[in-house]
Structures are given as structure tokens and as C-alpha cells.
């Protein structure tokens, strides 16, 4: 609904809807979507840096240790480096193990599975446990899997965080974020930073999100059969490719999602590539509904070879996919 104001009436609370800063009847139905695909509550936030920032400026205190994953998506490491003042940050790599021997001491354990662009799974569910018995939170960063392929509550974690942009609205159209948890104080306290921040979503990107999630499981599955027969394509080709079925964690996902990573012998022959291939498009981003792709290294923000690219399959015919990367290499 487009409003900035709503009609007033009566007492301070008698009515759910005051100004759009606060709440607005189309995030609550599209809230309410995501809550029943989460097992939680769900907020939605301008863009998935909005809600991931909420999560970090909601849970960690100056004092407070937060472990978070180095070869995850950066935004989560300028934020926590930037503007978490008085936040220890130990970093850590996306590897169940590395992960579960720095809880100790921690205020939030903030992990991405899979990770990206590497593609390396963590096992949620053995670190929300470890993460707990320290007497810490587990916040994990659900973008690419999005709560159809994982459902990060009810393997364990507090917070499921997702980029929006991504998968969830699936037609590179939309900038959005949610967050879902199961805790009622922190609902509030995010909301509150939500209204604090002002980080509000407009009513049509809610709109187009909600309108998204019909299609999501089609597009989702989808992509994930692209992004794995594109894998199996490179491995035959003797090509070294990340994909996250090359890890046991993985068992705990229903998709995959729709990225594989890949490694050509230098920037010259994976941006040759990418000029070549005639059903990806180049471009940053991935989950939408046309296939994309982008040499990671230009950004300059990840630790992957000058020849590693990021490939997002659409929802394209997989055979296409594959013919289209076979004549592109
Ligand atoms: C895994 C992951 N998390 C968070 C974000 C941030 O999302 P947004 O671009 O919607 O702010 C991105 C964006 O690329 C991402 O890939």
C-alpha cells in the first residue's frame, strides 16, 4: 500500500498502521510469507546489507566478540571493521570446524553457508549447538540457498538473514533484505533499528518480492539444476570448479542454489569468456531468472584467482546452459 501516513484514530495503539517508516500493510503480507518459509518472524529491510547491518548494530555491544566468516560475502567484514566500535571481530574461515573452536567468549557467530563466491558449506546445525553451549547466537547469511533450500531456525541458528536481490525476487529488479528470528525481544529490537535507521523497503519492491515467492521454488530448482550440470560440464573439461555438493555439510540443503565457481588460466581468458557466451550476461549479482556471470577478482574484495568467475544459472534449459559454456570456452 502507498502511504507514508495512515489515517489515525483513537488511542496510541489502537491501530497496527501509523507511518510508513514503522510498518505498512504490504511488508506485513509479505513478512508473513517469509515467517511461514523461515519457521520465525520475518522483517523485511531495504536491501540485504540493511538487514544484515540490523542484525550487527542489533546483537553486538561494545565488548562484545563477534566471529564471522572472512571468505563470505565482504559487506559483513566493512560493516564489523567499519562500524562495529568496540566489537572484538575475530575472523574465521567458512569450515565447521575452524568456526566451532572460536565460539568460546562470543556474543554472535555470523556465518554464511555457502559462502561466496567460494561455494564452501558449513554445517549449521553442529555450530548453532557449539555456538549455544558458549552462550552465543548463530546469524546465518541464507542469500543463495534462500529458506526453500535450508532452513537455517530450524537446523539450529537464531537469525536467518537474506539478501532479497538475489534468488528470492529472482528478476534483478528489486533491492531487498529480510531477516527472520524466532526471539520476540529481538524482533523488537530489530524493528526498532529498522525505524531508527529508517532502512525501509518501498511498498512496490515488497510487493514485487511477495509476488516473487510464487515462482520461487520453479526458478530455484531450476537454477540449481543449471549450476550443477554447468559443474559437472567444467569437471569433464578438466576445468577446477567450486560447486557446494563438493561438501559432506551439504546434505542439510534441498538446493543448492544457482552458482558454480570456476577457474580459467588468467583475467584475459575469463573475461574472453564472458564476451563470448551468448546466454550469460556479464554482471554482479546472481539469482535472477537469466543466466549472469562476473570475473570475480575485478572487485578486488575476495581471495580468488585473477581468472575465477562467479556463473549464476537463470532458469534457461540446462542443455542451453551447458552448449552455450562449451562454445564460449
Ligand atoms: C551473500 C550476500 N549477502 C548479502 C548481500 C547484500 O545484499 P544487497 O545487495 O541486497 O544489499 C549480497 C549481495 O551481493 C550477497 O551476495
Known sequence: MFAAPFHLRGAKDAHEFGYGRDANPTWSALEGALGAL??????????????????????????????????????????????????????????????????????????????????????????????????????????????????????????????????????????LGAVSVRDPELVDALKRWRSQSGSVVGAFEAWLAHRSLATLALRLERSSAGALAVAGALRERGVEVFHPSDHAASSQMRFYGCLVGFVLDSAEHAQAFLQRSELVAEATSFGGVHATAERRDRWGTDDVPPGFIRYSAGIEDPEDLVADLLRAL
Request: hydrophobic share 50%; net charge negative; charged share 15%.
Open 38 to 175: 523461515e519457521g520465525g518472524t520475518s522483517l523485511v529491510f531495504a536491501s540485504g546489507m540493511a538487514a544484515l547491518t540490523a542484525v550487527l548494530m542489533t546483537v553486538c555491544k561494545p565488548g562484545d566478540k563477534l566471529v564471522a566468516v572472512h571468505d563470505g560475502y565482504p559487506g559483513v567484514r566493512f560493516v564489523a571493521q567499519e562500524r562495529l566500535h568496540g566489537v572484538e571481530v575475530q575472523f574465521v574461515a567458512t569450515d565447521t570446524e575452524e568456526i566451532c573452536a572460536a565460539v568460546e567468549g562470543a556474543r554472535l557467530v555470523w556465518i554464511e553457508t555457502p559462502s561466496n563466491p567460494k561455494l564452501d558449506v558449513c554445517d549449521i546445525a553442529a555450530i548453532s549447538a557449539a555456538a549455544h553451549a558458549a552462550g552465543a547466537l548463530v546469524a546465518v547469511d541464507n542469500t543463495l540457498a534462500t529458506p526453500l533450500g535450508q532452513q537455517c531456525l530450524a537446523l539450529g541458528a537464531d537469525i536467518a538473514m537474506m539478501s532479497g536481490t538475489k534468488t528470492l525476487c529472482g528478476h534483478s529488479d528489486v533491492l
